[in-house]
């Protein structure tokens, strides 16, 4: 297998990490052999290199423990993996990381995402210079496969701005935000009773705390892929976060705001529209 390459540790024999780093970056895989490597190589080729990787093996049946495992032997210092006898799901593996994690601040990376190399080097920087920010995203490119097309966000970027649109949608991509420890753990992590859409209801808590925003610079990759099997797992997936979203949104929204009602009724409509229709109206 290919090394990672990047600022790595030869010696086994090195003493452990004795200072804490700045940030630890929370890994949950769970069945991403293929996805890993180019993952964990934007990490090893990161401008900023105080980092920390805290990877769970969720459990998986295939070679996902083997790939960490490598990453960990030429990354001794900046690796601490653990593993999971069974899945137990992206939520309760990430608060088990982020129970480990030493970083004073804490970066968020998905199995097939990707850092560029300037990503946490520039995040770190905001937040050290905005005191009375918790929270700091970044827009992001998705590349899909195998077509390699590629598609541009535009995310809200001030706190003004990302305050407004939170109750209408997540304003930030969950492997590209970089969070104070202390303005998470006083948020109270993440809740483990929700499956899938845990970043959006988090957000929630967090920006109730303290102000937060995005970098205009898109600095990940997200990688999804078009193939049939794909395609059918990302959509069931996609409607339970649709549905853990309007419970977010029901939970936090002004019940005496006619505009909030409106947003779940939209969002309510994405899920109960056929995709034939949902397709055709997006054509027209």
Known sequence: MTPFLGHQTSDDSAPPIVKPPMISILLGVYNGENDLPQTLASIAHQTYTDWHVVAVDDGSCDRTYDVL???????????????????MGLTKSLIKAAAVATGSYLARLDAGDEFLPAKLEKQIDFLEHHQDYGIIGCNYINTFLPSGKEKKSRLPIDNNDIQKTLIKKNPFAHSCVLIRKKIYTKAGGYDETIRYGQDYELWFRILRLSKGANLSDHLCVRTIHTNHISLSLGYRKQRQQMWQGMKTQWKYMSKKNAKHYLYMLGLLSLILIPDMIKKYLKKK
């Open 69 to 87: 495992a490598q990453f960990q032997k030429q990354f001794p210092q900046k690796t601490t993996l653990l593993k999971n006898d069974q899945n």
